[in-house]
């Protein structure tokens, strides 16, 4: 079975400052991964997703995570935090079955809450 | 934009009552999911839904829970006989295809005294 590490449960980071959160995940095969953001009392909002092709995919507000297979890593990162960047982060990865029907759950990590520090 | 959306977004109820959690997902996606999120942990599957039946489940999702997709627009999730430990947040998601982005709901928070 698969599962996520995300191993920061806190990251303080200064507003402007660049970012990284740190992802692992294992699994046997190649998975497909993706980050969500969860603010306060609010859903998950899909940040990027991974799935194949270029290691390094870009995703919506200035965020990019990078797949290292070597080191089955998916950060996240951003150069550049804005206050409105404090929120829960979730990494998830979800498992590439054969053909056929179904639909796959994913998989998340415990989270990383990120403060932002005017 | 399209958005799915789950009612209510606050629901308490006493142990041993049935619950009945209700998710509109996206109106051209084909693919269901109900997620748990115990207060201050992390988010957990409970179960998947494809062409009218379950396509997968959790540990979690054992004889208590059901899911039903009553007509084209709904999907349930049913607690049976809500046990304290069911409080929690409840997200329901689809997506286009069994891998594709799927999209969350912005929640149902369960709460059992």
């Known amino acids: 079975a698969q599962s996520v590490t995300q191993p920061d449960i806190h990251i303080t980071v200064s507003e402007g400052a660049s970012l990284e959160l740190r992802c692992n995940y294992s699994?046997?095969?190649?998975?497909?991964l993706f980050w969500y953001v969860q603010s306060p009392g609010q859903g998950l909002q899909l940040l990027l997703k991974?799935?194949?092709?270029?290691?390094l995919v870009q995703g919506i507000k200035g965020f990019e995570a990078e797949f290292k297979r070597s080191q089955s890593s998916f950060n996240l990162r951003k150069p550049s935090v804005h206050w409105s960047d404090a929120a829960e982060y979730f990494c998830?990865?979800?498992?590439?079955?054969?053909?056929?029907?179904?639909?796959?759950?994913?998989?998340f990590g415990k989270g990383t809450h990120l403060i932002i520090q005017p | 934009e399209p958005e799915v959306t789950q009612t209510p977004s606050h629901q308490v109820t006493q142990m041993g009552q049935e619950v009945i959690l209700r998710c509109v997902p996206i109106?051209?996606?084909?693919?269901f999911y109900w997620y748990r999120q115990i207060l201050g942990q992390k988010v957990e599957f409970l179960v998947s839904?494809?062409?009218?039946?379950?396509?997968?489940k959790s540990e979690i999702f054992d004889d208590q829970f059901s899911v039903e997709r009553p007509d084209g627009s709904n999907f349930t999730l049913k607690i049976r006989s809500t046990k304290l430990e069911d409080s929690a947040m409840y997200f329901c998601?689809?997506?286009?295809?069994?891998?594709?982005?799927?999209?969350f709901g912005p929640g149902t928070r369960l709460t059992v005294t």
């Open positions: 998830a990865v979800g498992a590439r079955m054969g053909s056929g029907g179904g639909a796959d759950g994913l998989t």
């Open positions: 998601a689809s997506s286009t295809n069994r891998q594709g982005e799927q999209y």
């Open positions: 839904f494809y062409n009218n039946e379950i396509s997968e």
């Open positions: 699994y046997g095969a190649t998975p497909y």
């Open positions: 109106s051209n996606h084909l693919y």
């Open positions: 991974y799935f194949s092709g270029d290691t």
